[in-house]
């Protein structure tokens, strides 16, 4: 099992930028493909970006491609989420996830474990 627990939400304007982290529990955290998603207000959780458990492999929304940057630091435990041009409709509740595969493994679907969230808010 791995625990999630993400940071760096926050308040800001449009066209800042935020950068999230995910910290994760336990020694394997190298055996986990990892992925960011979003939820809005009313809306359905959707995908935002993953990355393969060796980081090589990447995959974006395209509503935030070249916008987003997804990576990890294996030694540190951890996955990011570099979020630049912000948009208001970028607002959400952001949740990283973990999913166990192979060394290129990548999903967008069916993550096995979930963090709390962090609030991201772009104001206008």
């Known amino acids: 099992q791995v625990q999630l627990v993400e940071s760096g939400g926050g308040l800001v304007q449009a066209g800042g930028s935020l950068r999230l982290s995910c910290a994760a529990s336990g020694r394997t955290f190298s055996s986990y493909a990892m992925g960011w998603f979003r939820q809005a207000p009313g809306k359905d959780r959707e995908f935002v970006a993953a990355?393969?458990?060796?980081?090589?492999?990447?995959d974006y929304a395209d509503s935030v491609k070249g916008r987003f940057t997804i990576s990890r630091d294996n030694a540190k435990n951890t996955v990011y989420l570099q979020m630049n041009s912000l948009k208001p409709e970028d607002t959400a509740v952001y949740y990283c996830a973990a999913k166990t595969g192979g060394l290129h493994f990548i999903t967008r679907r069916e993550y096995d474990y979930w963090g709390q969230g962090t609030q991201v808010t772009v104001s206008s």
């Open positions: 990355i393969s458990r060796t980081g090589r492999t990447t």
